[in-house]
C-alpha cells in the first residue's frame, strides 16, 4: 500500500501527497472500521517480524524448549 505516492513540494518543503483513488478508498474504509485499522497493524507487525528473524524452530525444538 502507498506504493505510488506523489509528493507535492512548495517552497523546498512537502505539501501535499496524492495517492491512487483505490488506495485513497481502501485506507478510508481502514480508518473508518477500527476491526479492520486493527487486522492492518497485525499485519504489518508480522511481516516486520518476519524480516527480523533469521530460522525457523522444527516442532521437536518448541517442544524441547516448552519441555512438553
Not at 36 to 65: C, I, P, T, W
Request: charged share 35%; net charge negative.
Amino acid at each position: 500500500m502507498l506504493d505510488q505516492v506523489q509528493l507535492i513540494e512548495d517552497k523546498e518543503q512537502i505539501r501535499f501527497a496524492v495517492i491512487p483513488y483505490d488506495e485513497y478508498l481502501l485506507l478510508k474504509e481502514m480508518l473508518n472500521d477500527p476491526e479492520k485499522l486493527a487486522d492492518y497493524l497485525d499485519y504489518l507487525h508480522m511481516q516486520q517480524v518476519k524480516k527480523e528473524e533469521n530460522g525457523r524452530f522444527s516442532l521437536a525444538h518448541v517442544k524441547k524448549e516448552l519441555t512438553l
